[in-house]
């Protein structure tokens, strides 16, 4: 590897990667975080009247932002082949800014210079805030929440899809009911589906309510179904959670039983940047369990590889180390 390519490498590590074990590149999650942050909080108090005298401030602090921003969207553009390792350089870098992280970063940054009226595209930068759960041993707790939701995806639509059956059907109801005794709220059936989602949904803002006598009972039947309706996604994904975290133990007992040697991933690994399914389709490896830091996980398909991860894998019928 040329010296120019393990410069380059040096700078995924830093950018992307976010190591416990290095200080550089942990050093630099947490000035993104703090930039990210001081970005918000700018945008935040440009709304008050009051805060207008230091709107010169401001301005200040949102170009120096910015201007990291746009540091770190070219940083990750020039190690993006160290990112997406199986494609040519030039793929790598069209896939990144193609990718959701890299679409996101382009348009916090564009209405800085063109669209600085487009309010849509600067509450962007919010999204950016995700950054923070890199911080926290680069999102493994994320992880583990986008796999409950992955895997639980059919139950969850399927209680979604009730919802929303309920909310027409009580919207319909509640207009038949309720429009001659208030036209003014309810004017049409589509007038009840506020109504119908506060109570579903057990908010309850009261600026809607029933005053018939036949309303009132419907909404009593409404509320108690909704009540049942928000509870069915919620055991769902605490299930999902428990089945999660019980796969984990039974994956580490599992090491500790038979005594299995794991792996550290080094700066010479070219595992570094792969995810999980990159590397059962290349390599015809799977990950049994990883640990970063202090927390183990059962990685999902997404799950990428990084500098220090302690795998463990298999090919075929027996485990293997790199």
């Known amino acids: 590897m040329s010296v120019k390519s393990t410069g380059r ?15 550089v590149s942990r050093g630099f999650d947490y000035f993104i975080v703090i930039v990210i942050l001081l970005n918000i909080t700018v945008m935040f108090l440009e709304t008050f009247e009051s805060m207008e005298k230091y709107s010169t401030i401001f301005f200040v602090v949102e170009i120096l932002t910015v201007a990291v921003f746009i540091v770190e969207y070219i940083l990750r553009i020039y190690t993006a082949d160290f990112l997406y390792p199986g494609l040519p350089r030039g793929k790598a870098i069209l896939k990144f800014i193609l990718s959701f992280e890299g679409i996101v970063e382009l348009f916090t940054i564009i209405p800085a210079f063109f669209l600085s009226g487009f309010a849509v595209f600067r509450m962007l930068r919010v999204v950016r805030i995700l950054r923070l759960f890199r911080v926290n041993s680069y999102m493994d707790s994320f992880n583990i929440i986008a796999s409950v939701i992955v895997e639980k995806k059919n139950q969850i639509l399927s209680s979604l899809f009730i919802v929303i059956v309920l909310m027409l059907a009580s919207s319909i109801c509640m207009y038949s009911v309720e429009h001659e005794a208030q036209p003014e709220y309810f004017k049409n059936a589509f007038s009840g589906i506020w109504w119908s989602m506060s109570t579903l949904l057990t908010i309850g803002y009261g600026d809607i309510s029933p005053i018939t006598t036949l309303g009132r009972f419907m909404a009593i039947i409404i509320s108690f179904l909704g009540v049942g309706a928000v509870a069915i996604p919620t055991g769902i994904i605490s ?4 089945e999660q975290y019980t796969q984990a133990q039974n994956s580490t007992s599992m090491i500790d039983d038979i005594h299995l040697r794991t792996m550290i991933v080094d700066l010479d690994s070219k595992w570094i940047g792969m995810s999980a399914a ?16 202090d927390i183990t996980i059962v990685p999902n398909q997404n799950y990428r ?12 019928d027996r485990l293997v180390v790199q």
């Open 9 to 23: 490498k040096r700078l995924f590590e830093i950018v992307e990667i976010g190591n416990l074990s290095d200080s």
């Open 305 to 316: 590889i990084e500098l220090g991860d302690e795998l463990v894998a298999y090919r075929t």
């Open 239 to 242: 299930a999902g959670f428990v």
């Open 278 to 293: 990159d590397l059962m389709e290349g390599e015809n490896v799977i990950i049994v369990v990883a640990k970063r830091g």
